[in-house]
């Protein structure tokens, strides 16, 4: 599979890519955080291996949600065309096993606010 691919939040690596199915492991640094964005084709479900993330998720109507803390071992389904966003406000990386779902699971499938 891919390797390592590095980013200002920390870094992924896709375990899985096949038949509209993308498995990735992501590592998200201390104090750092993701964009805002959505997904026109795919879903997201997102399990924390280790650590603890802060979520913040924006209905499609606009409503934006109380963000919410996932400890180790929690996990959340993100729906296509939902705005969300990852954070590690905390002292140590936030591990994530995210599982996209959907038409297209390309990193071109991505709206950021």
Request: glycine share 6%; with cysteine.
């Amino acid at each position: 599979m891919e390797s390592v691919v590095i980013r200002e939040w920390g870094y992924y690596q896709v375990l899985y890519d096949a038949n509209g199915t993308k498995v990735k492991e992501l590592t998200i640094r201390p104090g750092a955080s993701l964009s805002m964005q959505r997904h026109d084709f795919r879903a997201e479900y997102w399990h924390v291996v280790d650590g603890c993330a802060v979520v913040n998720t924006m209905m499609k109507s606009g409503y934006k949600m109380p963000p919410q803390t996932l400890h180790k071992h929690q996990y959340m389904d993100i729906l296509k065309g939902e705005w969300h966003q990852l954070t590690n406000p905390f002292d140590i990386p936030c591990v994530i096993i995210e599982i996209q779902y959907g038409d297209k699971c390309v990193e071109e499938d991505i709206e950021r606010k």
